[in-house]
């Protein structure tokens, strides 16, 4: 799968660990910055990782911050986007299965490279189910 990632000054850290988590998983990844550790503001980065991920059919997102609650708010505020805070590879399972999220957002300064590496690994792993949860995310569109 093609996945779009994009973190705050927060998450740089952990961006190539990340990145190569999901290389290793079977996907291409493309980073979308930042380039270094210096101060942004989380939605910068959150609406230019949306509007690519809204315009390549069939491709998510992995937006990190210091808790990934700035990055989910602001990329949910995209219609087509289904932005997940996931916190452990079961949130990451159920945000995929039931929900259809297609960027998955968490928070550095709450989950370590393990957790990470679970989380990045459920959501690669499972799809969306379809069936009644189809009729709930169509739903979550105004
Ligand atoms: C940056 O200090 C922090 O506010 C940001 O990374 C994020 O956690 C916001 O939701």
Wanted: glycine share 10%; hydrophobic share 40%; aromatic share 6%.
């Amino acid at each position: 799968m093609k996945l779009y990632i994009a973190t705050d000054h927060a998450a740089f850290c952990i961006k190539e660990d990340v990145k190569k988590i999901l290389t290793d998983l079977g996907n291409e990844v493309i980073d979308l910055g930042p380039e270094n550790d210096s101060r942004v503001d989380y939605p910068d980065f959150a609406h230019k990782l949306c509007t690519q991920v809204l315009a390549d059919e069939g491709s998510q997102g992995v937006l990190i911050c210091g808790t990934g609650i700035g990055m989910s708010l602001a990329a949910n505020k995209h219609h087509g986007i289904r932005a997940a805070l996931c916190h452990d590879a079961y949130t990451a399972q159920m945000a995929r299965e039931h929900n259809d999220a297609n960027v998955l957002c968490f928070g550095q300064r709450v989950v370590g490279l393990g957790v990470i590496e679970s989380i990045c690994e459920s959501w690669c792993h499972y799809n969306f189910e379809g069936g009644r949860h189809a009729d709930r995310v169509e739903k979550i569109e105004l």
